[in-house]
């Protein structure tokens, strides 16, 4: 990570316990540079997060105040703590396992609520710190340590799920592409309301190896290949797999094919 | 540095003069009166009309916050997150809100959290009769969440307990960093009757860093059974909460035998080097008795009842009244032991706080449970006092 934002990283701290290769570490330098450029006063601004090794990401790196929560359950803390202390601006970082899955209800319910959070979501389409079972995100065929023959079961889209749920401010994008996640991470921060900015952050360990990638720059390579990016005329990838539409979404997206939105 | 500060306050929500209310308002105008300026619920019969009250009251007021949330986990997560933005904070529930919220006591326990948590006991298992009384989580707030921990919580038996017991709760989970309950039954939440809401009320607030904020520990003392020192979000302490392990700065030992060892110990200690302060009884007719009824909440007026009744039959037969349920009476109920024959111990669950008693008594001690969503007679108590006297 660069130099300049060292100042934002907790003293005492010898590394990061993330495997080589994993996104998680890009999405933490993406943060500081986004914390960095929006000139955010780090002694107004908490970090919450759950767990998995996403909630690592904030805690104990960040050298401002970090609350660790239990699994699923970050974006209800923030919650409180945002409406204690309105002047606090409180990012949520954790990972798709812990906001998507066992803490499904909250993220939806605060989307709905519209209060002034920034959730940041380190989707590794896996549960990394366990073991590497099937996620709600987890791609259809994809072999996990629950399904060693592939999963069956459609992935959530979290960016239209949230969106739908009435989020303020919504985007997409893959570690691989960091100036563009940076400045949405922005752009979610200076929303006023709920902004929710899903990263596509691989985990070479739990997801990578059963998925015959054998080397993480073929993990990385396949991610950016599967990403589409919205409003250009970047081509769909020519291989099966998952595609991601990349960008930022707006809830005109929602119904555009055909149906009218709801008033 | 540590020392919790005391205050008086004048709330304006208070009157001097004798008013009829139900309890479940007078806890809530006694968490008001005890600073309480953040409410985090999901509706459940028979805790509603707190929250009911909540919503308005906290809304008049330019500090407080209410919110309803989806569910009573997230009920309890934004009441930890709020303590920690520095609001004293109260949800309330019954038991099925109150077996969700078990993982969040834990965190509360394990990040020395202060928060209150009211609980209006029905009739369970599981839905069970939801409009009607048990007093069936007594054992559940104690040891529901996994590891070790000890919380402090209260049992009122009148509308005045109800506010004055709530203001307790809140000022034993400030000095202590702890959760705190008040853990009531429907018969007490529903009754009405007369209180005084006192207008000068004796509030804590938790102990709060004095020296340089970068050289605060929050989740550590150098005495085994202290309470660390509570910086807020905001004011540059870069905290490090975390409901793992962790050293006195915060930083996660998820490893260290030592360090899990000492906080897990100190989580117990600091609640009962207070204990003598915090265990409060009443004695009712004991100089002399030969049977000795022990009571909670709403079941103890059945008791007092039954043991007048006794007395007027010429039986020596006597009240000891828990006011407080954990830490337990353990001194009290043993040094009672020692002066009477039994004790009868009638309960609106199948013996949950009898069969702790029985661990510190050296007497015998006959469980009356009743788990009929009814409370308990002082008939039925009376008749079991005339079965041990024979
Ligand atoms: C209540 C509860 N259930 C299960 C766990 C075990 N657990 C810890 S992390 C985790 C999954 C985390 O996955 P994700 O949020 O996707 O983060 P990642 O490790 O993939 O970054 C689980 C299931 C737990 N800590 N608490
Ligand atoms: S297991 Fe996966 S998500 Fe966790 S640190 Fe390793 S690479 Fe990253
Ligand atoms: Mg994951």
Redesign the pocket.
Known sequence: MARALDKYLRKGLSGTTFCPGCG?GILLGSLLRAVDELGLDIHKTLFVS??????WIPSPHINADTLHT???RAVAYATGAKMANPELTTIVV?????LAS?GGNHLIHAARRGIDLTVIC?N?E?????GGQT?PTTPIDAHTMTDPEGNQYRPFDLAALVLAAGADYVARWPVTRARALTESIKRAISTHGFSFVEALSP?PTQFGRRNQFDSIPALYDDLDAHCVERGTSEAAPATNGPRFEIGEFSRSDLFANGSAEQK | MTDSTISSRSPETSSPKPEYLLGNVAATEGALAAGCRFFAGYPITPSSEIMHLMAVRLRELEDGVFIQMEDEIASISALIGAAWAGKKSMTATSGPGLSLMM?GLGYAAMTETPCVLVDIQRAGPSTGQATHVGSGDVLQVRHGSHGDYMPVAFSPWSVQEMFDLTIKAFNWAERLRVPAFLLADEAVGHLRESAVLKKDVETWDRPRPQGPIEEVTPFGTAEPDGVPPMPHFGEGANLLVTGSTHDPRGFRKVDDPDIQDTLVNRLTAKVLSKRDEIVETESYFLDDAKVAVVAYGFTARSALAAVKACRKEGKAVGLLRLKTLWPFADKEVAKLSAHVRSIVFPEMNLGQLAGVARQHAQCDVVSLPQTNGRVISPGRIRGTIAKVWD
Do not use: F, L, P, R
């Not at chain 1, 759950?50 to 909630?55: N, S, T, Y």
């Not at chain 1, 954790?94 to 812990?98: A, E, H, W």
């Open positions: 998680h759950g767990i998995g090794c996403a909630a239990v699994h699923g954790s990972g798709d396992g812990d066992i380190a590794n896996i549960y990394g710190m366990t996620a985990c | 993982e």
